[in-house]
């Protein structure tokens, strides 16, 4: 399994890009970096996921270099509503398999 | 709304007693994977189950046990409850047909037990 490492929590102002960076460096071929985003007392929501190089949705683009021991996540112009703690998860395609997040980033933006 | 069902939303009980929590995955997904949120802390992975089978198991204690129904649902049994077990149960679902990209799970809105 894909142990990740991410900064404990971030400070933004808001209308900032944030970017939050997350190593995997024994990622396995067949994973996929999923990030998720969770408010306080709520279940964790999808953001965007990826397998290389760069993907975009509407909310964030998510950044993999070729060596994909790292990801980062990337919110643009950022909100007060975005203050929240975002996971990466690192985790292969298949029935059976133990998805185990990682501690998370706490994300405040600030006035 | 996420499609996950999760209840009872809020559970008050005493140590030592026994409790049961429920979760509905969404309409056509066959796993159901449930984790363990302490106050201010991670996601902790306890167990998943895949089409009524038992997958990959985390850091499940023995007094916890899960299962999952031919209808899909899933409940999570917790026993002997101790002051420690007050935390966020979150049950997410997804589809995992083993192909296509994996970790894209449907999180519940969870179960908030509290053992006094």
């Known amino acids: 399994l894909a142990k990740t490492t991410q900064p404990i929590s971030m400070d933004s102002y808001e209308g900032q890009e944030v970017n939050i960076t997350c190593s995997h460096n024994?990622?396995?071929?067949?994973?996929?970096i999923t990030w998720y985003q969770q408010f306080p007392s709520q279940g964790p929501r999808f953001i965007i996921q990826?397998?290389?190089t760069k993907v975009t949705n509407e909310v964030a683009s998510l950044f993999i270099p070729a060596d994909r021991k790292s990801s980062t996540l990337s919110l643009p112009r950022v909100s007060l509503s975005d203050t929240a703690v975002y996971y990466c998860?690192?985790?292969?395609?298949?029935?059976?398999?133990?998805?185990?997040f990682g501690s998370g980033t706490q994300l405040t933006v600030l006035p | 709304d996420s499609g996950v069902t999760q209840t009872p939303k809020h559970l008050i009980t005493a140590t030592g007693q026994r409790v049961t929590l429920r979760c509905s995955p969404r309409s056509g997904d066959l796993s159901v994977y449930w984790y363990q949120q302490s106050l201010d802390q991670g996601l902790q992975f306890l167990i998943q189950?895949?089409?009524?089978?038992?997958?990959a198991k985390g850091n499940i204690l023995e007094r916890f046990s899960a299962q999952q129904f031919p209808d899909l649902h899933s409940e999570l049994n917790l026993s002997s409850l101790e002051l420690g077990d007050s935390a966020l149960y979150f049950c997410?679902?997804?589809?995992?047909?083993?192909?296509?990209?994996?970790?894209?799970?449907?999180f519940g809105e969870g179960s908030r037990l509290t053992v006094l």
């Open positions: 997410a679902s997804s589809v995992i047909s083993g192909r296509g990209p994996g970790g894209e799970l449907f």
């Open positions: 189950y895949y089409n009524g089978e038992e997958r």
């Open positions: 024994n990622i396995a071929t067949n994973d996929y």
């Open positions: 990826g397998y290389k």
């Open positions: 998860l690192v985790a292969a395609s298949g029935s059976a398999r133990q998805l185990t």
